[in-house]
């Protein structure tokens, strides 16, 4: 997986919590050990607030930022893992056709900090490089990524290994991902992009 950029305010506020949760556990551990009477060497006592803060930190970007009480909830980025059925319809000329439309399947990994978009399509898989998931009202609002798409060493000469982005507008629900695509240099086509989520699970694609 890689990092991912996000104008989510949680990223700037939640260290800081983390920190502060980590200071007072450090400050019961050491009450604790006084009261049952045993005095810790300097070097077990000294990095409890920064082990504290690993071991918090490691929870919320593996677990916590996902989890919700009632309406609240721990982060504004919005979950995206999971196996999700996905349809493309492209520029790409298709004979007798305007547009050629392609099913295939993407398999999302995503922690609070790192994400990964894979899809196969046919005889090629995309892999994305690097993105973005923005979660205010703009023009940006939603998933963008670029992507490398490799095709299969036995597809077809015409297909060759290309570069391309995608803007990707999650649904109220955020069980569907709707926006578009194109590709740079090698393919030069364009088209729109529909992910529909099939399970929470990550499956092979």
Same mark, same amino acid.
């Given at each position: 997986?890689?990092?991912?950029?996000?104008?989510?305010?949680?990223?700037?506020?939640?260290?800081?919590?983390?920190?502060?949760?980590?200071?007072? =556990?450090?400050?019961? =551990?050491?009450?604790?050990? /006084?009261?049952?009477?045993?005095?810790?060497?300097?070097?077990?006592?000294?990095?409890?607030?920064?082990?504290?803060?690993?071991?918090?930190?490691?929870? #919320?970007?593996?677990?916590?930022?996902?989890?919700?009480?009632?309406? #609240?909830?721990?982060?504004?980025?919005?979950?995206?893992?999971?196996?999700?059925?996905?349809?493309?319809?492209?520029?790409?000329?298709?004979?007798?056709?305007?547009?050629?439309?392609?099913?295939?399947?993407?398999?999302?990994?995503?922690?609070?900090?790192?994400? @990964?978009?894979?899809?196969? #399509?046919?005889?090629?898989?995309?892999?994305?490089?690097?993105?973005? =998931?923005?979660?205010?009202?703009?023009?940006?609002?939603?998933?963008?990524?670029?992507?490398?798409? /490799?095709?299969?060493?036995?597809?077809?000469?015409?297909?060759?290994?290309?570069?391309?982005?995608?803007?990707?507008?999650?649904?109220?629900?955020?069980?569907? =991902?709707?926006?578009?695509?194109?590709?740079?240099?090698?393919?030069?086509? #364009?088209?729109?992009?529909?992910?529909?989520?099939? @399970?929470?699970?990550?499956?092979?694609?």
């Amino acid at each position: 997986m890689h990092a991912y950029a996000t104008d989510a305010t949680d990223r700037r506020t939640v260290p800081t919590i983390l920190a502060t949760i980590a200071i007072a =556990l450090a400050f019961l =551990l050491s009450r604790a050990v /006084e009261w049952c009477g045993y005095q810790p060497a300097w070097y077990i006592d000294a990095p409890s607030v920064l082990g504290f803060y690993a071991l918090l930190y490691l929870w #919320f970007d593996r677990f916590g930022w996902r989890w919700r009480v009632r309406s #609240f909830r721990f982060s504004r980025i919005p979950d995206l893992r999971g196996t999700w059925k996905a349809t493309i319809k492209s520029s790409h000329p298709d004979p007798g056709r305007a547009t050629t439309t392609l099913t295939g399947s993407a398999q999302i990994r995503q922690t609070w900090t790192k994400l @990964s978009i894979r899809l196969r #399509f046919g005889s090629s898989t995309s892999c994305s490089t690097m993105g973005a =998931l923005n979660t205010e009202d703009s023009p940006d609002f939603g998933l963008n990524y670029e992507y490398l798409n /490799e095709p299969d060493p036995h597809g077809r000469e015409t297909m060759n290994m290309h570069r391309g982005t995608s803007h990707l507008r999650p649904s109220l629900d955020g069980r569907a =991902l709707d926006g578009d695509y194109y590709t740079g240099r090698g393919r030069m086509n #364009f088209g729109s992009l529909s992910l529909e989520l099939v @399970s929470r699970r990550l499956k092979s694609i």
